[in-house]
C-alpha cells in the first residue's frame, strides 16, 4: 500500500465503483498482515516512510521468503530482498512472476511503477572489486528509491591516484556512499575531499586480521574526517536508503528554490540541516 494505491482507492469508492465494504475489507489489513507463524508484515510502511518492507532473507526458509514476497507484491509495485540466495529466489518467483534476481547483490527485486526520471546526486564509491556485491546492493536499492547513483569503482588507498581523479564528481555529489574492506581507510579519505556527508560501509573482505570487516569497522568509526557516519558491516542497504532519503531532501528544496518558492515546516528544517 502506498499513496497513490490509496488514492485510488479512495477515488473508486467516491465514484460509486466500490462499495464501502469493500474499501474497508482491504483496508483491514492496511496497517498490517499477520502469517502465522512467520512473520506480521507491515503494510503501512510505504505511507510513513516512502518505501516498502525489505525482506531480509538471509535465516528464511524458500517457503517463508516465497511466502512474504507474495503478499508485500500484492500490497506494493515495489519489493526488494536482501541477502537472497537463487533457490529463494526461484520459490519466490513461483508465486510472483515478475520478481527480478540480481545475483552479485543477492537481492530479489521488484519495480512495476519505475520512476520516470531517476534523481542524480548519490556517488558510490568501493575500494576493491571484492567490495563490489555490497555495491551492487547499494546501487539496486537507490534505484528503487528513485535515484540513480554514480559509480565509482577499485580506487582503494594502495593506488590513490586513482581516487584523485575523481575528485570533481565526490565534490559535486550531494551524498557519498564509501564502500571499503581491509583496513578501511578509503572513507576517511574521501570525506576528506568533499563537502557531501559520507556514508561509510565497511565490508567483511580481507585477510584473518580483518576479522570479517571489523578492523573496517573500527578504522572507521576512529576515522578522524568529519562528515562521515557509518553503517554495519556489508549494510549496502542501510547505507544507500540513508542516502536516498538525504539527497530527496537536497533535491526537493533545490527543486523548490528554482520554482520560487521555499520548502516549510518539516522540510524546510531538513534542507537547512544538511
Known amino acids: 500500500m502506498n499513496e497513490t494505491v490509496l488514492a485510488a482507492l479512495l477515488s473508486d469508492v467516491a465514484g460509486g465503483s466500490l462499495s464501502v465494504d469493500a474499501a474497508l475489507t482491504r483496508l483491514r ?4 498482515e499477520t502469517l502465522e507463524d512467520v512473520a506480521t508484515l507491515d503494510h503501512h510502511r510505504s505511507l510513513r516512510t516512502g518505501f516498502p518492507e525489505v525482506i531480509y532473507c538471509e535465516g528464511k526458509t524458500e517457503d517463508q521468503v516465497a511466502l512474504i514476497a507474495e503478499r508485500l507484491a500484492a500490497r506494493s509495485p515495489r519489493l526488494l530482498g536482501t541477502r537472497a540466495t537463487e533457490s529463494q529466489f526461484r520459490a519466490a518467483a513461483r508465486l510472483v512472476s515478475e520478481l527480478a534476481w540480481n545475483d552479485q547483490a543477492r537481492c530479489i527485486w521488484l519495480d512495476r ?3 520516470e526520471q531517476l534523481r542524480q546526486g548519490v556517488v558510490v564509491v568501493c575500494a576493491g572489486t571484492s ?3 555490497v555495491l551492487e546492493e547499494a546501487s ?3 534505484r528503487l528509491m528513485g535515484h540513480e547513483p554514480r559509480r565509482i569503482t577499485d580506487v582503494g588507498v594502495a593506488g590513490l591516484h586513482r581516487l584523485l581523479a575523481h575528485v570533481p564528481v565526490l565534490q559535486e555529489a550531494n551524498v ?3 564502500i571499503a574492506g581491509m583496513e ?3 572513507a576517511s579519505v574521501v570525506a576528506g575531499l568533499t563537502q557531501a556527508p559520507v556514508i561509510a560501509v565497511p565490508t567483511s573482505v580481507g585477510y584473518g586480521a580483518s576479522l570479517g570487516g571489523i578492523a573496517a569497522l573500527l578504522a572507521m568509526l576512529n ?5 562521515m557516519a557509518v553503517v554495519n558491516i556489508d549494510n549496502g542497504y542501510g547505507a544507500a536508503h540513508m542516502a ?7 533535491e526537493n528544496g533545490a527543486s523548490a528554490s528554482r520554482n520560487g518558492s521555499t520548502p516549510s515546516g518539516q522540510e524546510a528544517r531538513s534542507v537547512t540541516g544538511l
Open 184 to 186: 578501511g581507510a578509503l
Open 176 to 178: 557519498v556512499v564509501v
Open 140 to 142: 539496486l536499492t537507490l
Open 29 to 32: 489489513s492496511l496497517p498490517f
Open 131 to 133: 567490495d563490489l556485491p
Open 223 to 227: 576515522g578522524c574526517a568529519s562528515g
Open 244 to 250: 536516498a532519503l538525504i539527497n530527496e531532501k537536497i
Open 113 to 115: 511503477e519505475p520512476a
